[in-house]
């Protein structure tokens, strides 16, 4: 019944296309009605909810198909490939795409820690995945329906962060639960260690450097990172480099210009590194029609 409702909402706000912000910070609605093969993505800590539709996500080789029965929570960020294989006019993708804020999600991940009767985090040194697809449950289906309810810019500047709050709790209690707490509560280091990866592309970031910021051996490092992100943190890099370098050329950025934004010093092995994970040359993915069309 909640499901329908969110159904009936979304379809009444998006007429064409494309993504629509709600006016509630990091909340957007889309419509996708044409297939767009899986293409270079890089995905941010997002909760991405299907109505509508089914839509994929590829991660090292691993298939992620997600529609109305589960929704993706992704923890950190991440480098994928996704697309829309199957939406079209008759069977339109319709969902909602949910930023998370590492601040609120941060400080409830605490709370609730220490908060009596808090949920324990599972003993054991494995580390949750980043990408995560998950069951809605009551609160999860409650809590976004009533976010999505707001639409007066008075009903959404006085209630708007009250109920994103509350919706992020619903996540982080429910299925994907134990990955969110252990990406934003006590002992978040992988997820802090991809945050700032991820904000150094253009540099060259060691292994050592990265382990020594979160206290860790570069063994237990290296375990603990690839458990999250099923890549080692030098395959980590050179995808987010390239993934990120792809949608900068989709976005119209020159070849050149996009290299350079994300480290590379010579055209050449940006060239060969690019082929080598697309199958294209960066001149030939520019000139595809079928460029990141796919924006969530």
Known sequence: MIKQKLKQLVESRLIEDGMVETGIKGVSLFKVTTQIPCA?????????????????????????????????????????????????????????????DTKVMTELAIEMENANG????PKGSTQPQGLNLASWDDDFSGALLRLLQLESPMDISVLGESRLREFYYAVLKGDAGIAARRAFGVGNEIARSIEYLSMNLGKNVTIDELASKVSMSRAVFHRKFKQATRMSPIQFMKAMRLNSAAMKIAAGKNVSEAAMAVGY????????????????????????????????
Do not use: H
């Open 118 to 121: 808090a949920i324990k985090q």
């Open 265 to 296: 010093v010579s055209s050449s092995q940006f060239s060969r590194e690019f082929k080598r994970m697309y199958g294209q040359s960066p001149k030939q993915w520019s000139q595809s029609k079928e460029r990141l069309e796919n924006v969530v």
């Open 40 to 100: 270079p993505a890089v995905y941010e800590p997002t909760v991405i909810v299907i109505l509508s539709g089914r839509k994929e996500a590829i991660l090292e080789g691993d298939k992620f198909i997600y529609d109305s029965s589960q929704y993706m929570c992704c923890t950190v960020s991440l480098p994928v490939e996704a697309g829309t294989p199957e939406a079209s006019p008759e069977d339109p993708l319709l969902g909602v795409y949910i930023s998370l």
